[in-house]
T-cell receptor, first 113, second 111 residues
Framework: NAGVTQTPKFRILKIGQSMTLQCTQD?????MYWYRQDPGMGLKLIYY???????DKGEVPNGYNVSRSTTEDFPLRLELAAPSQTSVYFC????????????FGPGTRLTVL | GQNIDQPTEMTATEGAIVQINCTYQ??????LFWYQQHAGEAPTFLSY????GLEEKGRFSSFLSRSKGYSYLLLKELQMKDSASYLC????????????FGGGTRLMVKP
């Protein structure tokens, strides 16, 4: 199993540009999450999904959109990039058991200039 | 609201023992996790506590007191590779599998 994979690893955007961060998991997990981590800080939840076709907002959803058309994929969309979105983005997944741990992807380092 | 506090940085010596504390105030409680994150890498799971007491796993142990809103991660026989950030995360009650993370504690192990 590859686990949770994310692409790209690095990206530089100009203000106002858009992009999609890709996330795929091959563990047949129902739950998937998107976090952002600013330098020296903890993780903040952007959006999450409890299954295909179901998504919900986390703590910091403004400026982002998600979709979950399949169990495996959970892309994160930035429509109008802003400098405040410069961060490292982690995708994670877990089974739907309430005691289950989350498995994280390697992250995407995004800089908006 | 949710509030999770951990020290920002700690330094310890190779071979020693270090305790990283975490206090939390959340709207309900349904488990506490500790994750390890090396610089530039993804967080990886270390431990999970939902009942009061100590959970031991090799060199790492985690303790929970729900009445005090308090947990600690204990690392024994420190090795240089233990230099990393340690993230405390709480699952509030009825939050599905959503986690609220603290800011993390950056541990530096010196020879």
């Amino acid at each position: 199993n590859a686990g949770v994979t994310q692409t790209p690893k690095f990206r530089i955007l100009k203000i106002g540009q858009s992009m999609t961060l890709q996330c795929t998991q091959d563990m047949n997990h129902n739950y998937m999450y998107w976090y952002r981590q600013d330098p020296g800080m903890g993780l903040k939840l952007i959006y999450y999904s409890v299954g295909a076709g179901i998504t919900d907002k986390g703590e910091v959803p403004n400026g982002y959109n998600v979709s979950r058309s399949t169990t495996e994929d959970f892309p994160l969309r930035l429509e109008l990039a802003a400098p405040s979105q410069t961060s490292v983005y982690f995708c994670a997944s877990s089974y739907d058991s309430s005691t289950d741990t989350q498995y994280f992807g390697p992250g995407t380092r995004l800089t908006v200039l | 609201g949710q509030n999770i506090d951990q020290p920002t940085e700690m330094t310890a010596t190779e071979g020693a023992i270090v305790q990283i504390n975490c206090t939390y105030q959340t709207s309900g409680f349904n488990g506490l996790f500790w994750y390890q994150q090396h610089a530039g890498e993804a967080p990886t799971f270390l431990s999970y506590n939902v009942l009061d007491g100590l959970e031991e796993k090799g060199r790492f142990s985690s303790f929970l007191s729900r009445s005090k809103g308090y947990s600690y991660l204990l690392l024994k026989e420190l090795q240089m590779k233990d230099s990393a950030s340690y993230l405390c995360a709480v699952r509030p009650h009825n939050a599905g599998n959503m986690l609220t993370f603290g800011g993390g504690t950056r541990l530096m192990v010196k020879p």
